[in-house]
């Protein structure tokens, strides 16, 4: 009776191996480019139209830019918005749903932080109404998911995570140097495009990344009359070709274009 050695054994298992490795890859295959597939927003076939919410300063959401893919950084309206004093950045942000059993709905949520290097900021207590807008950018070119004008920051306790702040006797808020202004402000639900609510919005894609460029980009601007007063005092220069707004961009890939 034949019996194959050993070494044939061995020249047998080699073709039946590499027929189960190569199966088994062909099977991992689909769900790694699956993995890497960028959704894109799906829009209804009719336009989206711009639409009046409710809330301080009269807010308006920016639905006909649901889906525009432009650069993340506006364009400058006068000088100074990329100097660092007075200076807006980003504390965090993020959703939280009470859940049908406790008040209150979904909300999401920037906190921010504003500070000066040399003199005090004089910010008219409140804020003037309506001098934030925001823009949520999905990643790999899937444009905004959120875009609204005339929001309100509401200035809140540091130590107190959400607590506003009484408006000062004094008529305004007054920024030492060195010292931080914390604000919040809330996206308001009818601000972002279809496919997302606010407790999504801000989503990676896909979710479990490390890498930055699978999450969203923010765009926030504050935009009051001191901004511009404290810039001409600080460089010494006339305000008139100044800007009166903050920017602050979560993360931009190639700071060369703005």
């Not at 191996?17 to 799906?42: D, G, I, K, N």
């Not at 506003?164 to 010292?179: C, M, T």
């Not at 279809?194 to 699978?214: H, I, K, L, M, W």
Request: net charge neutral.
């Amino acid at each position: 009776m034949f019996r194959p050695s050993p070494r044939s054994w061995l020249l047998l298992a080699v073709p039946v191996l590499a027929l189960l490795v190569l199966t088994a890859w062909q099977a991992y295959r689909p769900a790694a480019s699956e993995q890497r597939t960028h959704p894109r927003l799906e829009l209804p076939p009719e336009p989206l139209t711009d639409t009046p919410l409710p809330g301080r300063g009269s807010p308006t959401a920016l639905l006909s830019e649901c889906g525009v893919d432009d650069w993340p950084r506006p364009a400058a309206r006068g000088d100074g918005e990329r100097g660092r004093d007075p200076q807006l950045v980003f504390g965090g942000w993020g959703s939280h749903d009470p859940g049908p059993n406790r008040p209150g709905r979904p909300r999401f949520t920037v906190h921010l932080a504003l500070h000066t290097d040399r003199l005090p900021l004089l910010l008219a207590a409140p804020l003037d109404v309506g001098n934030i807008t925001l823009d949520i950018f999905g990643p790999h070119g899937e444009g905004r998911r959120a875009s609204v004008r005339g929001l309100s920051a509401t200035v809140v306790d540091a130590s107190f995570e959400g607590k506003p702040v009484r408006p000062p006797k004094s008529g305004s808020f007054r920024v030492e140097p060195g010292k931080t202004l914390r604000l919040d402000v809330d996206l308001p639900a009818g601000a972002v495009c279809p496919g997302y609510t606010v407790t999504d919005v801000a989503r990676c894609t896909p979710e479990q990344t490390n890498d930055s460029a699978d999450c969203p980009v923010l765009t926030l601007t504050l935009t009051d009359p001191a901004i511009r007063a404290h810039r001409a005092v600080t460089t010494g220069t006339a305000p008139a070709g100044l800007s009166d707004r903050l920017v602050v961009v979560s993360e931009e890939p190639d700071v060369s274009r703005a």
